[in-house]
Nanobody, 117 residues
Framework: QVQLVESGGGLVQAGGSLRLSCAAS????????MGWFLQAPGKERERVAE???????DYKDSVKGRFTITRDNAKNTVYLQMNSLKPEDTAVYYC???????????WGQGTQVTVSS
């Protein structure tokens, strides 16, 4: 079992920045692929970014160049640095984890990000 706890959400003006953090309880954290998803009101949850155990990253097209996912295996923590935020980035952001190419099965409770125009 992996427990995930997100922090760092909040209210920010368009063009601003936020850094989300996700602390994981897993003893073998370094083996997990970690990801961030978002869910806007009335919409499906969608993948924002993910980082593999080896550090390979992948991003949703609309956040490329603005968001950066990183991990600190010594701290069992994954981060999402969000710059140049837009009102359309407003959503609940969820941290998630999986092993290899399996489905993402471990989820945090989510943290609200609101970007005002």
């Amino acid at each position: 079992q992996v427990q995930l706890v997100e922090s760092g959400g909040g209210l920010v003006q368009a063009g601003g920045s936020l850094r989300l953090s996700c602390a994981a309880s897993a003893r073998t954290f370094s083996r997990y692929t970690m990801g961030w998803f978002l869910q806007a009101p009335g919409k499906e949850r969608e993948r924002v970014a993910e980082i593999s155990w080896s550090g390979r990253t992948d991003y949703k097209d609309s956040v490329k160049g603005r968001f950066t996912i990183t991990r600190d295996n010594a701290k069992n923590t994954v981060y999402l640095q969000m710059n140049s935020l837009k009102p359309e980035d407003t959503a609940v952001y969820y941290c998630t984890a999986r092993i290899g190419q399996a489905d993402f099965v471990f989820w945090g409770q989510g943290t609200q990000v609101t970007v005002s125009s």
